[in-house]
């Protein structure tokens, strides 16, 4: 028996997780063979309802992945060092709008 769980647990505690909805549409155009995309991105928080969760909007997978790096790292996940950067650089061009 471990000696870190509480007594009668038989299960180590389940890790720290997040879950996220990703909702994607493509646009109506009138370009023939062109369909760009969007999508949003909303991370679900067991304390807030729904329709006040965070949201990010992206129209590349890049920005998906970058919407979700700073979630992984709160949770103690690892990151690339190249998404790391991607991350960074993204955040200062932001602030320079």
């Known amino acids: ?7 009668g647990d038989d299960e180590p505690p389940a890790p720290p997780s997040l879950s996220f909805v990703v909702r994607i549409w493509c646009e ?24 006040e969760a965070p949201q990010i909007s992206f129209r590349t997978l890049d920005q998906l992945v970058l919407g979700i790096v700073p979630y992984l790292e709160r949770m103690g996940g690892t990151v690339s060092a190249y998404w790391r950067l991607r991350w960074l650089l993204a955040l200062l061009g932001r602030s320079k709008r």
């Open 1 to 7: 028996m471990r000696s870190d769980l509480p007594a």
């Open 28 to 51: 109506r155009s009138a370009a023939a063979g062109r369909r760009p995309w969007h999508g949003r991105l909303t991370v679900v928080q067991p304390e807030r309802r729904f329709a």
